[in-house]
């Protein structure tokens, strides 16, 4: 059993600025769990296109709103209590309400090596 907070996190490789936000990478591959959990934090009015596409990933909102954006144009709304899941490695849009940044609990699987980044100016979105 082990114990790790934010802070722990934010003194090591694996709190991630990602161009629009930080990941504390609570779990990583090297944890033996079988998956990831991250506190993901996307600032207040961004928007970003991202893909992953050697990870599952299920996010649970805790704070904050915005919404998700699939490749056919359907935007989902996201607010605290809302859970979203990207089942196909789904290409999409996550963009933050202005009003604030959108707080997330992300879990990938397979487990992320924990100091992957985002490319942002990728025109084909970031993917990893």
């Not at 090591?12 to 769990?33: I, P, Q, Y």
């Not at 849009?93 to 992320?112: E, K």
């Amino acid at each position: 059993m082990f114990v790790r907070s934010l802070k722990d996190v934010e003194k090591t490789d694996r709190f991630v600025e990602w161009g629009n936000g930080t990941s504390h990478r609570l779990l990583t591959k090297a944890d033996n769990m079988g998956f990831t959990i991250c506190h993901t934090v996307v600032r207040a009015g961004t928007r970003s296109l991202l893909q992953y596409r050697r990870h599952l990933e299920a996010c649970y909102c805790i704070a904050g709103a915005g919404e998700v954006e699939d490749m056919s144009g359907t935007v989902y709304r996201i607010g605290p209590g809302d859970l979203y899941v990207l089942d196909q490695h789904d290409r999409h849009y996550m963009r933050a309400d202005p009003a604030g940044d959108l707080i997330l609990v992300s879990v990938f699987n397979p487990p992320l090596e924990g100091t992957e980044r985002h490319n942002l100016d990728d025109p084909n979105g970031s993917a990893y």
